[in-house]
C-alpha cells in the first residue's frame, strides 16, 4: 500500500512530512554530507540556505556556485556574525563537534550537528547543557527518525496518546538491527579520515549511531547490560567492526505471570524489557534491515534500515506462519531540475534528508528546543552506550588537544 502516516510526531495537524514554515540555513562544511543536505533542502519550498563556510574559501565558493548559494565565507565566525542565518547545519569532520557546536551556540544560532553527536557522552552532555541554557534548538542528525516508514514503525508500537489503543504490535520484547559496509570501496587505506583516530575515525562512531538508535526507538528505558566484541586496527587505532547485545529493564514491577494485563496475549512477560542485538562495521556490506518483535506480530524496516522507503508488517494468526502481513511504501519525493543540475546525492536515499529538515523547521516554529523523534534524551543514551561500546573493544579516548579546527 502506498499512504503518508497520519501525521508527523512533531506536529499532529501536519499530513505531508515535506509541510514546514520557513527557515534560513547557514552550513559550516562544504563536503559530501553537506553536499546531499543542501540537495534535499531543495525540496523545501519555504527553506532558504542563507550562507556556506569552510575553512577555505575556495571551497565555499565553490560550494556556493554549485548550489547557487548568494553568500560564502572563509572562516565559521564569519557565518556565525550573519544576521540573515536562524539554524546552522554542522557537516564537517565530527571530532570538531563539540568545538563547533559551542561556537555556534554562543552565537545565539539554533543548530542540527550531523552524527554523529560527538566524540564521547562528556561533550555530549556539555552541549546539550549548553543549549538548554541559551534555550535554543539542538539536536544530532539521526534522520532515520524522521522517514515515514520509520514514524509508522514508531507508531505500530507505542499506545495511543490518550491511552485507549494499544500497540498494534503489542510488547516490543526484541531488536535486530545491522548496518555494515565496505569503507574501502570508496575512501583510501589508510589515509581518509575514516580510519584516522584524532579525527574520530572508526565504525562505532560512523556506523554503529544507526543501530543504536534503531533498538533505542522501541524501548522506552536506558539499556542496563552492554556487551560488545569487536576487531580493532593495530595500525590506526580504530575499531572495524563490532557486534553488540543490549539488555532493558522492564518499565515496571509487574512479574513475569498470566495475570490481568496479559492474559489476553497469553504470554508472560515483563513490560518494557528486550533485548537488542546489533552488527555495524566498515569491513564489508550486510543486508542493513531492523527488524522489531513483539508479542503480537512482528515488523522489517527493510534494506537500506538507515534511510528505508519499505516497511513490512506482520500479525500473529492462529498458529505460527499464518499472520497476515502489510506492506507500507513510502517512495522518496522526485528530483528537481535544481538537484539534478547540482549533480544528484552522493549517498542513498539523501532526499529523505528533507523529512529531518521540515520536522526542525516546524518545531523551532512552534517554539521548541527539540525534536520528538529524536531527543536529545535519546542522543545522550546512545552517546553512552558507544562510550561503553568504544571502551570494550579497547578503542584508545580521543585526546581533546587533538581537535583544533
Excluded at 73 to 97: A, T, W
Excluded at 118 to 136: F, H, I, Q
Excluded at 355 to 383: F, H, W
Aim: hydrophobic share 35%.
Amino acid at each position: 500500500m502506498n499512504s503518508i502516516p497520519p501525521s508527523p510526531l512533531d506536529e499532529p495537524a501536519v499530513t505531508d512530512p515535506l509541510d514546514c514554515p520557513p527557515l534560513r540555513w547557514g552550513l559550516i562544511g562544504c563536503g559530501r554530507i553537506s553536499h546531499d543536505f543542501t540537495q534535499a533542502l531543495k525540496l523545501l519550498p519555504s527553506a532558504e540556505v542563507v550562507a556556506c563556510s569552510a575553512r577555505s574559501i575556495d571551497s565555499a565558493q565553490k560550494f556556493a556556485d554549485k548550489h547557487d548559494i548568494k553568500k560564502c565565507y572563509g572562516s565559521y565566525e564569519e557565518l556565525l556574525s550573519d544576521s540573515d542565518i536562524d539554524i546552522v547545519y554542522v557537516g564537517n569532520v565530527h571530532c570538531f563537534r563539540r568545538q563547533i557546536g559551542e561556537m555556534v551556540l554562543n552565537a545565539d544560532k539554533h543548530v542540527l550537528l550531523e552524527k554523529p553527536f560527538a566524540c564521547s557522552y562528556e561533550d555530549a552532555s556539555y552541549l546539550v547543557s549548553l543549549a538548554k541554557e541559551r534555550n535554543l534548538f539542538l539536536m544530532e542528525g539521526m534522520w532515520t527518525r524522521f522517514f515515514p516508514a520509520y514514524e509508522q514503525a514508531r507508531r505500530l508500537t507505542t499506545t495511543s496518546e490518550d491511552g485507549s489503543t494499544p500497540p498494534v504490535l503489542g510488547e516490543v520484547v526484541q531488536v535486530n538491527s545491522d548496518f555494515n559496509f565496505n569503507a574501502s570501496d570508496s575512501e583510501q587505506y589508510p589515509e581518509s579520515f575514516v580510519y584516522n583516530h584524532k579525527l574520530g575515525g572508526g565504525a562505532s562512531l560512523l556506523v554503529a549511531p544507526y543501530p543504536i538508535a534503531a533498538a533505542t526507538c522501541f524501548f522506552k528505558n536506558e539499556p542496563d547490560q552492554i556487551k560488545a566484541v569487536g576487531q580493532m586496527d593495530p595500525s590506526t587505532g580504530v575499531d572495524l567492526q563490532g557486534t553488540m547485545v543490549l539488555a532493558f529493564p522492564p518499565t515496571g514491577d509487574l512479574a513475569p505471570a498470566l495475570d490481568e494485563s496479559n492474559k489476553d496475549e497469553n504470554t508472560p512477560k515483563l513490560p518494557g524489557a528486550g533485548a537488542a542485538t546489533l552488527s555495524f562495521g566498515i569491513l564489508g556490506e550486510s543486508e542493513e534491515e531492523t527488524v522489531v518483535l513483539g508479542t503480537k506480530g512482528r515488523l522489517k524496516i527493510c534494506s537500506p534500515g538507515h534511510c528505508p522507503t519499505k516497511l513490512v508488517v506482520t500479525l500473529k494468526g492462529e498458529g505460527r506462519g499464518k499472520g497476515s502481513t502489510t506492506v507500507y511504501d513510502y517512495p522518496l519525493p522526485d528530483d528537481t531540475d535544481a538537484i539534478k543540475e547540482a549533480g544528484g546525492y552522493f549517498y542513498p536515499n539523501s532526499a529523505g534528508l528533507a523529512y529531518e529538515a521540515a520536522a526542525v523547521a516546524r518545531c523551532i516554529a512552534a517554539g521548541k528546543t527539540e525534536a520528538p523523534q529524536y531527543s536529545l534524551k535519546d542522543t545522550l543514551v546512545n552517546m553512552k552506550v558507544i562510550d561503553e561500546l568504544r571502551s570494550q573493544l579497547g578503542v584508545m579516548p580521543m585526546d581533546s588537544a587533538d581537535k583544533i579546527v
